[in-house]
């Protein structure tokens, strides 16, 4: 079979460097394989670095829902879904002698492996310069299969278009996460005092929770005992509540996950305590911005705790102050 010949020679100059922003700084690319493997795409020393023509960093593709009518005119928009996400990444990889760029291919395909048990998704986060991150978890589709052409590859350098998928098109920031709890007193409320309890049943009206993304974000909620029947938790911002119809020792807690596809509700002990949430009630999800929740529970008591944490999402992987 035909043997490729490599000329010996210095590598090519590197290819141009993506503009940067005013500060003077790029955005910070990294992707941290399923096996953990951690490669800076932008770390041109490394022998990594992002070219011009990335794609799929900002808003989603959507899919939108018509109604038709007979008698009229045109349709109606019923609904909108945002799509799986695709993302590009042209990749330059060198290095000093072949065998240490052949040695970094090796070991950005072995990251990029999407097939378990070594490979399977992994994680694209972007940060800026302000040192704010997004992440996404995508999956490699295509791009690394090896191109010796000329203008594709030289004997200490090649580049390949990779093409990622995402099954969520949503970015994640930092989780947020807060608690409040009677201590010792129930008159007061941690972390935030304002916060007043009316009565012995009443707790958290009003309270403001600001989620930092720009799209619906998902909540997991913890309730920790003691507290009776029939706690209410109310989204006033979307007009939406959840009734937990079960009473809580102390020391017994319950966890609501309201992330889609891993909807659930379990007691302390990992047993499922779906069957507790009240008919109608609704696993909603924090709007973007401000968000005002209503908190209503009996029972109350030193030790009783709310806990919240939440993944903000956003439909960018950057977006600066708005």
């Known amino acids: 079979m035909p043997i490729l010949y490599h000329p010996p020679g210095p590598p090519p100059p590197a290819p141009p460097v993506p503009a940067t922003d005013d500060a003077g700084a790029p955005p ?41 009518s007979g008698a009229l005119d045109g349709s109606i928009i019923t609904g909108s879904r945002a799509l799986a996400r695709e993302i590009y990444l042209p990749v330059y990889v060198h290095g000093r002698t072949r065998a240490e760029a052949v040695k970094r291919r090796g070991r ?11 490979g399977g998704p992994g994680v694209l986060e972007v940060a800026d ?15 690394m299969a090896g191109d010796e052409g000329t203008d594709l590859a030289g004997a200490y350098w090649c580049t390949y278009g990779i093409t990622l998928t ?13 608690t409040w709890r009677i201590e010792g007193s129930p008159q007061r409320w941690l972390p935030l005092p304002p916060l ?6 009443v707790i958290g009206e009003g309270m403001d929770i600001t989620n930092p993304g720009s799209a619906d974000s998902w909540p997991v909620w913890r309730l920790r005992g003691p507290m009776g029947t029939g706690t209410l938790m109310r989204s ?14 102390d020391g017994e807690a319950v966890t609501i996950d309201t992330r889609p596809r891993r909807k659930s509700v379990r007691d302390h002990n990992g047993a499922n305590a779906f069957r507790h949430l009240r008919r109608g009630s609704r696993l909603w999800p924090l709007a973007p911005g401000p968000n005002t929740v209503d908190v209503v529970l009996s029972g109350a008591a030193d030790g009783t705790a709310l806990e919240l944490e939440v993944v903000p999402l956003d439909v960018t992987a950057i977006r600066g102050d708005v």
């Not at 995402?166 to 807060?178: F, G, N």
């Not at 006033?236 to 020792?249: H, K, P, Q, S, Y």
């Open 236 to 249: 006033r911002t979307l007009g939406e509540e959840l009734v937990f119809d079960r009473a809580l020792a």
């Open 129 to 143: 310069r302000s040192g704010a991150r997004r992440r996404i978890i995508a999956r490699y589709v295509s791009g």
């Open 28 to 68: 910070v690319v990294t992707w941290t394989g399923a096996g953990g493997q951690t490669i800076r795409l932008t770390d041109d020393v490394s022998g990594y670095l992002l070219m011009p023509g990335v794609r799929g960093m900002e808003l989603p593709e959507f899919t939108h829902y018509e109604r038709e």
């Open 108 to 118: 950005l395909a072995l990251a990029m492996n999407p097939r378990p048990p070594h």
């Open 166 to 178: 995402a099954e969520s098109p949503y970015w994640e920031l930092d989780a947020m996460r807060r």
């Open 196 to 201: 007043r309890v009316r009565g012995s049943n």
